[in-house]
């Protein structure tokens, strides 16, 4: 049996949670790779919308198993008000869900910590979700991390030790923060915050914490297939996305082998995932960002505001140069395309296949993106037909197909599944 992987190709929400929820049908368990609460994954079905940070977006679909990986970060505090939420709308989770032992544990102070670092780097901040990811991945690779298998056996201690430093930390960062004319992190609700942490760790012991990398090769010993569940974007890994701005872990192919201990050789199909535009929320470069009139469009008609933060998110057209080089690293086998119906009403649509750098053309996406790129543009009369009316392959207008096929030929890769509207339903298998 292998495990098919599905991932983000651009900046992050281009939809994945939809299309996890559609595809675990077809498979066993579905496995969350790596990321924390600062993702935002949005499922809709029978008239409810449900957005899922920590918990893998396969736990709607009966009785799956869903895993929480190792690779992943997880704040018990915003995990409890997940799972609290699940078990509002019906859903027990307690048997179907599972968590990795050697998942780290994202403390009140990395959240602090996150603030801290923001307010130093004054205008050069990253923009993050403040979600205390970067401390939390920076504490695992500098072996500080508590993992959740730490909850079970003298706990206290290391927590406490691992707050004491962090605090250290925070009062220097408050102290260049207040150099660069920025906001020191106030620790005053300190105390309150590690209480609410505590009773939410009290209360993951009651979850079925495992050693997930046997529980992963067991199942594929047992004929099981495995759906792996990426977060945020390839845009966003923190060794070939738009650095600095980035996230804190690898979100492309190979996060999931390092984050559910999944041996290469196990990898089968890799569903790479994309808006048909692009997106992106934070500060950092977006070489085909839209500052003008249709950039307002995209983003009012696409809701485009962030299921964590609700920050606004930047629009642009789609970028074939930076989606070829995230196919490339992914080896992406199967495109899926979201939100079409958004470009519904555009008479025209663009699409980035060259950059201009330096009076220099190139395919090839570059060390940076920072500055000097002009985007070189395709353009493609629009189908301007409401494709949420469309509910199989013959439906879709010529003008549409044309624009499929033009992306298929400038990525080399099949699109498989088209997606034109937020609910389960307006989903569409291309032969
Ligand atoms: P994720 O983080 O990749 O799971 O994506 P998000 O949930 O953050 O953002 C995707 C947003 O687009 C959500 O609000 C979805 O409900 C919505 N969405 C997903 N697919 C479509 C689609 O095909 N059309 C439209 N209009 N909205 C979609
Ligand atoms: P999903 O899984 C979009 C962005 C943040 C910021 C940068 C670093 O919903 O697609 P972090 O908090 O990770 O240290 O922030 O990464 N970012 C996302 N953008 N979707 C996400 O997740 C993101 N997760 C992080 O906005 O620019
Ligand atoms: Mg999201």
């Given at each position: 049996?292998?495990?098919?992987?599905?991932?983000?190709?651009?900046?992050?929400?281009?939809?994945?949670?939809?299309?996890?929820?559609?595809?675990?049908?077809?498979?066993?368990?579905?496995?969350?790779?790596?990321?924390?609460?600062?993702?935002?994954?949005?499922?809709?079905?029978?008239?409810?919308?449900?957005?899922?940070?920590?918990?893998?977006?396969?736990?709607?679909?009966?009785?799956?198993?869903?895993?929480?990986?190792?690779?992943?970060?997880?704040?018990?505090?915003?995990?409890?008000?997940?799972?609290?939420?699940?078990?509002?709308?019906?859903?027990?989770?307690?048997?179907?869900?599972?968590?990795?032992k050697k998942a780290h544990l994202i403390l009140p102070t990395h959240r602090l910590l996150d603030k801290a670092n923001e307010?130093?780097?004054?205008?050069?901040?990253?923009?993050?979700?403040?979600?205390?990811?970067?401390?939390?991945?920076?504490?695992?690779?500098?072996?500080?991390?508590?993992?959740?298998?730490?909850?079970?056996?003298?706990?206290?201690?290391?927590?406490?030790?691992?707050?004491?430093?962090?605090?250290?930390?925070?009062?220097?960062?408050?102290?260049?923060?207040?150099?660069?004319?920025?906001?020191?992190?106030?620790?005053?609700?300190?105390?309150?915050?590690?209480?609410?942490?505590?009773?939410?760790?009290?209360?993951?012991?009651?979850?079925?914490?495992?050693?997930?990398?046997?529980?992963?090769?067991?199942?594929?010993?047992?004929?099981?297939?495995?759906?792996?569940?990426?977060?945020?974007?390839?845009?966003?890994?923190?060794?070939?996305?738009?650095?600095?701005?980035?996230?804190?872990?690898?979100?492309?192919?190979?996060?999931?082998?390092?984050?559910?201990?999944?041996?290469?050789?196990?990898?089968?199909?890799?569903?790479?995932?994309?808006?048909?535009?692009?997106?992106?929320?934070?500060?950092?470069?977006?070489?085909?960002?839209?500052?003008?009139?249709?950039?307002?469009?995209?983003?009012?008609?696409?809701?485009?505001?962030?299921?964590?933060?609700?920050?606004?998110?930047?629009?642009?057209?789609?970028?074939?140069?930076?989606?070829?080089?995230?196919?490339?690293?992914?080896?992406?086998?199967?495109?899926?395309?979201?939100?079409?119906?958004?470009?519904?009403?555009?008479?025209?649509?663009?699409?980035?296949?060259?950059?201009?750098?330096?009076?220099?053309?190139?395919?090839?996406?570059?060390?940076?993106?920072?500055?000097?790129?002009?985007?070189?543009?395709?353009?493609?009369?629009?189908?301007?037909?409401?494709?949420?009316?469309?509910?199989?392959?013959?439906?879709?207008?010529?003008?549409?197909?044309?624009?499929?096929?033009?992306?298929?030929?400038?990525?080399?890769?099949?699109?498989?599944?088209?997606?034109?509207?937020?609910?389960?339903?307006?989903?569409?298998?291309?032969?």
């Amino acid at each position: 049996m292998k495990a098919d992987i599905l991932l983000g190709l651009q900046w992050g929400d281009e939809g994945k949670g939809k299309m996890v929820d559609f595809l675990t049908p077809q498979y066993d368990v579905v496995a969350r790779f790596q990321g924390g609460p600062n993702a935002g994954h949005t499922l809709e079905f029978g008239g409810q919308k449900y957005v899922l940070r920590s918990i893998p977006s396969g736990i709607f679909q009966g009785d799956k198993l869903n895993l929480i990986g190792n690779g992943v970060v997880l704040d018990p505090v915003l995990f409890q008000k997940e799972a609290d939420e699940l078990a509002e709308a019906g859903q027990d989770i307690r048997e179907r869900l599972l968590i990795s032992k050697k998942a780290h544990l994202i403390l009140p102070t990395h959240r602090l910590l996150d603030k801290a670092n923001e307010a130093a780097k004054g205008k050069a901040k990253i923009g993050t979700t403040g979600k205390g990811i970067g401390p939390a991945y920076t504490d695992k690779v500098s072996r500080n991390g508590l993992r959740i298998g730490d909850i079970l056996d003298h706990f206290d201690d290391k927590y406490t030790a691992a707050r004491n430093r962090h605090l250290d930390m925070i009062r220097a960062l408050n102290d260049a923060a207040q150099a660069n004319n920025g906001s020191p992190v106030s620790l005053d609700s300190l105390a309150e915050l590690e209480d609410e942490w505590m009773k939410s760790i009290d209360y993951l012991r009651r979850f079925r914490l495992i050693d997930s990398e046997h529980f992963v090769n067991q199942s594929f010993a047992a004929g099981q297939s495995i759906l792996c569940e990426g977060a945020q974007g390839s845009l966003l890994d923190v060794d070939f996305g738009s650095y600095p701005f980035v996230t804190s872990s690898n979100t492309i192919c190979a996060g999931a082998c390092t984050g559910l201990g999944l041996a290469p050789t196990r990898i089968g199909e890799v569903y790479g995932i994309f808006k048909a535009y692009c997106t992106r929320v934070g500060s950092g470069p977006f070489p085909t960002e839209l500052f003008d009139e249709t950039g307002t469009q995209i983003r009012a008609i696409g809701h485009e505001y962030g299921a964590v933060t609700g920050r606004e998110r930047r629009c642009g057209w789609i970028d074939l140069v930076a989606l070829r080089y995230t196919i490339m690293l992914n080896g992406v086998t199967q495109l899926i395309m979201m939100k079409s119906d958004v470009l519904d009403s555009f008479p025209v649509i663009k699409a980035c296949t060259a950059y201009r750098i330096n009076g220099t053309l190139t395919r090839d996406f570059p060390f940076s993106i920072d500055n000097d790129i002009e985007p070189v543009y395709e353009e493609l009369p629009g189908w301007q037909t409401d494709l949420s009316h469309c509910t199989k392959q013959e439906d879709l207008p010529a003008a549409f197909c044309n624009y499929i096929s033009f992306l298929e030929r400038e990525l080399a890769t099949p699109i498989r599944i088209i997606s034109v509207g937020p609910d389960r339903e307006a989903t569409i298998w291309r032969q």
